[in-house]
Nanobody
Framework: QVQLVESGGGLVQTGGCLRLSCAASGSTSSINYMGWYRQAPGKEREWVATITSLSLTAYADPVKGRFTISRDNAKATVYLQMNSLKPEDTGVYYC??????????WGKGTLVTVSS
């Protein structure tokens, strides 16, 4: 089992930045992928970014060039650096750890609010 705890959310003005963290506990040796998703009010959850066990990264088009996903293996933590934030980035941000087999874990989320 893996437990994930997100932190770093908050209220920021348009153009500001935040750094989200997702700390994992438990056995993460089988995890191949780590990612961030978000859910805006009244909308479905959407994928934001992924980093693999080989540190390959991918980003959703709306955040390319503004967000950066990274990981610290020693701390079993994945980060999301968010720059140039826009009101449309507002939502609850969730981290997800998963593997090529059935392993799939979600955190409970952290709220990001970007004011205009």
């Amino acid at each position: 089992q893996v437990q994930l705890v997100e932190s770093g959310g908050g209220l920021v003005q348009t153009g500001g930045c935040l750094r989200l963290s997702c700390a994992a506990s438990g056995s993460t040796s089988s995890i191949n992928y780590m990612g961030w998703y978000r859910q805006a009010p009244g909308k479905e959850r959407e994928w934001v970014a992924t980093i693999t066990s080989l540190s390959l990264t991918a980003y959703a088009d709306p955040v390319k060039g503004r967000f950066t996903i990274s990981r610290d293996n020693a701390k079993a933590t994945v980060y999301l650096q968010m720059n140039s934030l826009k009101p449309e980035d507002t939502g609850v941000y969730y981290c997800r750890f998963w593997s090529s087999n059935v392993s799939n874990y979600w955190g409970k989320g952290t709220l990001v609010t970007v004011s205009s």
